[in-house]
């Protein structure tokens, strides 16, 4: 099981499965929402993932048709990224348990920040 928090701690959440993807996603909607060069999401079946507490701090905005994006209305912290379907996604970097992926996915490679340099990965 691993578990997660935002930055202010209001928001706490357990992930009871081991996430079936993770991703880098360059976008340029990522970018923007998480202030970062990409943002690392895990995919998990939404039955798996549970808020522990204040979920009622969750707020969301919709950045597509079909892409609802969640975060902490108190800090910001970026919480859950959905679209239609049975996967949530939830960034890595708000884990507090460790955890080590055998594999990570990137996608919209061809948005990267032109001021990443692959000697900081
Ligand atoms: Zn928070
Ligand atoms: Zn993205």
Same mark, same amino acid.
């Given at each position: 099981?691993?578990?997660?928090?935002?930055?202010?701690?209001?928001?706490?959440?357990?992930?009871?499965?081991?996430?079936?993807?993770?991703?880098?996603?360059?976008?340029?909607?990522?970018?923007?929402?998480?202030?970062?060069?990409?943002?690392?999401?895990?995919?998990?079946? =939404?039955?798996?993932?549970?808020?522990?507490?204040?979920?009622?701090?969750?707020?969301?905005?919709?950045?597509?048709?079909?892409?609802?994006? =969640?975060?902490? =209305?108190?800090?910001?912290?970026?919480?859950?990224?959905?679209?239609?379907?049975?996967?949530?996604?939830?960034?890595?970097?708000?884990?507090?348990?460790?955890?080590?992926?055998?594999?990570?996915?990137?996608?919209?490679?061809?948005?990267?920040?032109?001021?990443?340099?692959?000697?900081?990965?």
């Amino acid at each position: 099981m691993h578990k997660g928090s935002c930055l202010c701690g209001t928001i706490t959440f357990a992930v009871l499965a081991e996430p079936k993807a993770v991703t880098h996603c360059h976008c340029k909607m990522c970018q923007k929402q998480h202030g970062a060069a990409f943002a690392t999401y895990a995919s998990v079946k =939404r039955e798996y993932l549970h808020y522990l507490s204040g979920e009622a701090e969750l707020t969301s905005f919709q950045s597509s048709d079909s892409v609802v994006r =969640r975060f902490c =209305r108190k800090c910001g912290s970026n919480i859950e990224w959905s679209s239609e379907g049975e996967y949530a996604d939830w960034p890595l970097a708000i884990l507090d348990t460790p955890f080590k992926p055998s594999k990570i996915k990137v996608i919209f490679a061809g948005s990267k920040a032109d001021w990443l340099d692959s000697s900081h990965l």
